[in-house]
């Protein structure tokens, strides 16, 4: 089934601890992303990346790095989490490019919360 | 950079009534706008996008019309069910190397049985 997964669904963790929700896709996409999605501000892009080894920064990249080691895993690392970064996190992959050949496919979403 | 603004932000709506939701963006470059379904727990699933060299898409109950011109873009449902229950957000993207979308802020929509 062509999905994209991540990791973990929902964490409570506390200020300052390292943390990385993990993305991976299974249909040889080229363009993966990530969002936020917090109330009345919509979904909001962190950091994209157009293939291996090519990332960039979306509208909110402060406090999150991104890696794109291979082409199915793009994990967002939260280095120093603060309480500002508890948010609904979204994981998404498209063939090529979000915006220029359509559909994007989300996944399930990993609910965060900082203390 | 593109700004997109989309509005109601709720809409509550009888099973059978139409709901209509707008969009405007401000990129005149701007040449994809998908709609995007939200369910509760989910993630976004697209539903309907149209380009820019067309003026209209439909799909069963759902619609979706664009006006360069002006703008904007709308999504039609008709016929609504209990099941059309969820937030919607629309887009907008230029294409181009980045490609990126530029999401709305969602509506989310209630129909009543």
Redesign the interface.
């Known amino acids: 089934e062509a999905q ?1 997964t991540q990791n973990p669904r929902y964490l409570i963790t506390v200020t300052g601890k390292k943390l990385t929700v993990t993305c991976s896709q299974n249909m040889n996409h080229e ?1 993966m ?1 990530w ?1 936020r999605q917090d109330p ?6 962190i950091y ?1 990346s ?1 293939n291996v080894e090519v990332t ?1 920064k ?1 509208d909110v990249p402060e406090g999150y790095k991104v890696s794109r080691k291979e082409k199915r895993n793009f994990p967002l690392i939260l280095e120093s989490p603060s309480p500002n970064q508890t948010s609904l996190y ?1 994981c ?1 992959s498209s063939r ?9 496919f ?4 990993s609910r965060l919360t900082v203390l | 950079g593109e700004n997109v603004e989309q509005h109601p932000s709720t809409l509550s709506v009888q099973e059978g009534d139409s709901a209509v939701i707008k969009c405007t963006y401000s990129d005149s470059a701007s040449n994809y706008f998908p709609w995007y379904k939200q369910e509760l727990g989910k993630g976004p699933q697209l539903i309907i996008d149209i380009r820019s060299n067309v003026g209209e898409k439909k799909d069963q109950r759902i619609a979706v019309t664009l006006n360069k011109t002006a703008k904007h873009f709308s999504l039609h449902i008709t016929e609504t069910q209990p099941e059309d229950s969820a937030v919607y957000f629309c887009a907008a993207s230029n294409g181009g190397s980045q490609g990126n979308l530029i999401f709305g802020k969602g509506t989310k929509l209630s129909v009543k049985p």
């Open positions: 994209v363009y992303s969002y009345g501000l919509g979904l909001r892009q994209y157009m960039d979306g979204f998404a090529n490019g979000g915006g220029d050949t359509g559909e994007l989300f996944g399930e979403g």
